[in-house]
């Protein structure tokens, strides 16, 4: 997989074992909290499908949770969103295989407030790719979630058909982005549909009733604040020395707590000032607003929706709810995982093992047919820079041989020659041989330039060339991304089909982390 970190690729290959657990669930799940009762009741309503019941049956019997989730975004979100979703489901149908039945849970992060990321789409259209955008953006820093479209989404939705085509995936599509509707409805509506054969279940525990039953992890983070805070310093401090990354930095007076604003429903950063005499449990800002502790208390008590968690204590949050055996999540929520363990071990006293979801590039027929004709793989398209440097790998296997020839016996010819002769004149003086070594880098420089020209020259000849690099490199691999985090996951569904949910899922059930190319 190309552009990941270093923490990441470790943790595929099972060596960040000092900083994360491995994954180990065969293992029967967690006990059950004592609001499990009521949490089946809640998940229950929030599914109500027909679908859903052999799931929440299941759960309500004892059955463990594998948990993943993602935020809240238009038209379904990228590709990576039901590589998630799959993941959850193919390692639940593991561990219930192995005799410890389990149910998969799609956590939606409602909560988020950046906006910016949730707003748009990318589908591809043709041989180019289309955004679309929602442009109605909040004054305040609301949570995404609670954003409801307004007649604004029509048109919107009008253009993804047209990109889409008729499906059964266009119609969830339809049917769930309505004027009206939030945001995380919407979304919750897409993928209930897009997984109901699965039984994949949906939570959006942003209310009330969901918070107040995982008030012992809000109110831990409000009464340890500073201990907490402390622990996180200590445990970015010793990822970095290990070579790897902290994936949120943690400033001197941060916490991992937002505040929802009680008149404009903005969520702000709780900001930590140190206990003094004359406040002995600190105080806490949000803006331009001053808390006590006991404050912040009083609000989680009557108004538990208010208080928010932060990236670092969402996982922690989730897993006290659901008693999660382990959770799905790419390598972003892997490298949060890596902080937040050290807010694992103090609240829930045990760390969730986490599970690295699939990944994979779709390839359509289309882009299939031109890879065999250009004798391409998705590896050699990763390597490449850009979809120019693509054209070019292109027009230099199309010159002609005796071209092709031409240029490799002159390059083989000039590179034996200047090695022989930078090697001798080194012999005779160390000064002479470092100059020689630089001439020679130039000449070798020519010499490539002389096979760029030429690559350019057959590029003008046969102008389909451009054309088919592009198309394969904003197919594959746009901007230099990994598809699944450019394209809309939508698309693939309305042009594939609602069977697609299960081929992901069958092709999730490989235990390797590693990135697969999948062939439609």
Known sequence: MPGQSRLFLDFCAGA????????????????????????????????????????????AEGAGAILTGQQVGLFGGPLYTPFKAATAIARARKSTAAGHPHAAIFWLASEDHDFAEVDHVTFPAGRELATLTYGKAPEAAVPAGRIAFDESIVPLVERAVELLGPSDATEALVAAYRPGRT??????????????????????????????????????AIERADEFHAALIERSQALEAAGYHAQVAVAPQSSVLFLIDEKTGARIALRRVAPTAAEPNGLWHADHQTFSTSDLLGILESEPERISPAALLRPVFQDFLFSTTAQVGGPAEIAYLAQSTVLFERILGYQTPPIARFSATLIEPSIAELLRKHDLSPEQIFAEEDASALALRLAARSMPIETKQKLAAAGNALDAELTTLVGWLQSQDKGLGQSADTA???MRYQMNRLRTLAANFQLQRETTLTRHANTIFNALYPGGVLQERVHGAAYYFARYGLELAETLC????????GHSALWL
């Open 506 to 513: 069958e092709q999730a059930a490989s235990l390797c982390p």
């Open 440 to 442: 020679a880098g130039k």
């Open 183 to 220: 945001f995380a409805q919407a979304f919750a509506d897409f993928y209930s549909a897009i997984f109901a054969p699965q039984g994949l279940l949906i939570v959006d525990a942003a209310g009330r009733d969901f918070h107040r039953l995982g008030a012992p992890v809000l109110r831990a």
């Open 16 to 59: 960040l074992s000092a900083f994360l657990p491995l994954d180990e669930i065969s293992q029967a799940p967690p006990p059950r909290p004592a609001h499990w009762p009521e949490l089946i009741q809640r998940l229950a309503a929030q599914n109500p499908t027909p679908a859903a019941k052999p799931a929440l049956a299941s759960l």
